[in-house]
Structure formats: structure tokens, C-alpha cells
């Protein structure tokens, strides 16, 4: 367990496309929330959910906020996280991702050095929803929420950023499973299809 930090799972979407809230999704048989919370409780001294539905998490271990400031999509939710963590570090990810890697996590730990944001690249672009956080982010993202801006990418001019290239970490999850989210039925179907077939 790393003391100093927090594992922050937003779980604020509408899960419009899937129909269902995607937290209690099951993966192999486990929701995708209980997946990710039981990594974290290995990983973690703090874990965070930031959600509308506070009831629905209530049997979970871990602390339990509403948005700070509402309507402002992820970038909302992460702010939230950020400000209510007990450490300086925080990593962050949605609800949706039932493949996360502790072996990634811990890679992405030993970056962290004197850097605000420690955020993975890959191929399809930067994965803010799998990155540390420090408390150094709160300023500059409250200053791009109140531009109306929502991208949590929106702030990183205005921080330290080390970006973690694929080609590192490619060893550890060569399937790139880590970054994968559920967003629909369809999603959901292929995915244990492709896990069927490895």
C-alpha cells in the first residue's frame, strides 16, 4: 500500500448508452466498482468515490462526494476528488473500466517525482481517466471550468505534465486493457468476447 495517496473512481456519467449504471456492470462476475475498489485497497490509504448517487456506494469502504462544483462533467468530478483527498497525490479513473493494472499503477507511481500531472500515452492519445493528480491541478482547473471549459486535458498548460509513453509500459499490458471503459451493450459484448479468445 502507498501511504501518501489517494485512488479517486468517478462515477458521475448519466450511463445513458449502456442503460444501466455502469459501476455494477459485472465483468467475469464481479461489478466493475468492486473490481476497481478492491485494487485500490491494495494500492491506496484513501479511496474516493465522487458521484450523484451516494446511496448506490454506501457498502463500499471508501469516502463518498457530491460535485463541488455541478455540471461540469469529468473535469467537476476530478476537482472534487482532488479537493477532498487527504494527500497530495491522487490517481483518478472512471467507474467504467473493469481492466485496470496494478503493475501500470506502479509504474505510473515512480513518475511522479516533482510533477503535477503523471498521465499515460497512448496510441489514441493522452488517458487522462487513468492518471496522478496533484493538489497543484485545483487552481488552474477551477480557472478552466470558469472559461466554460470541461476537458480535463484543458488545464495541463498550467501544471507540470509527465507524459508516460506506451512503448514504457507496453510490457506491462500489452493488450492495453487498462485504458479500456464500457459505454454500451455492444462494448460490453465484445470485450468478453476478446477476453474469451486471448
Given amino acids: 500500500m502507498n501511504q501518501n495517496l489517494a485512488g479517486i473512481i468517478l462515477s458521475g456519467g448519466t450511463s445513458t ?12 462476475g464481479t461489478p466493475i466498482i468492486h473490481r476497481i475498489h478492491s485494487l485500490f485497497e491494495r494500492l491506496f490509504n484513501e479511496i474516493i468515490i ?14 463518498i462526494y457530491s460535485d463541488l462544483i455541478p455540471n461540469r462533467g469529468v473535469l467537476g468530478g476530478l476537482y472534487t476528488g482532488i479537493f477532498f483527498s487527504s494527500f497530495s497525490f491522487s490517481f483518478c479513473v472512471a467507474c ?6 496494478e503493475s ?23 488517458q487522462p481517466l487513468h492518471a496522478f493528480y496533484s493538489k497543484n491541478c ?15 486535458i484543458d488545464f495541463y498548460p498550467m501544471v507540470k505534465v509527465k507524459i508516460v509513453d ?3 509500459f507496453f ?3 500489452p493488450m492495453k486493457e487498462s485504458f479500456i471503459n464500457v459505454n454500451t451493450p455492444e462494448e460490453l459484448l465484445l470485450i ?4 474469451q479468445s486471448f
Fill in 17 to 28: 448508452r449502456m442503460g444501466e449504471n455502469k459501476a455494477f456492470i459485472e465483468v467475469e
Fill in 96 to 101: 467504467d473500466m473493469p481492466f485496470l493494472k
Fill in 166 to 168: 506506451e512503448h514504457e
Fill in 50 to 63: 465522487v458521484t450523484q448517487k451516494k446511496n448506490l456506494f454506501s457498502n463500499l469502504n471508501a469516502k
Fill in 104 to 126: 501500470i499503477i506502479q509504474y505510473l507511481i515512480r513518475k511522479i517525482d516533482n510533477y503535477d500531472v503523471v498521465v499515460p500515452k497512448t496510441e489514441d492519445g493522452l
Fill in 138 to 152: 485545483l487552481e488552474p482547473m477551477k480557472k478552466i471550468m470558469e472559461q466554460g471549459k470541461y476537458k480535463i
Fill in 192 to 195: 468478453k468476447k476478446g477476453r
Fill in 171 to 173: 510490457s506491462l499490458d
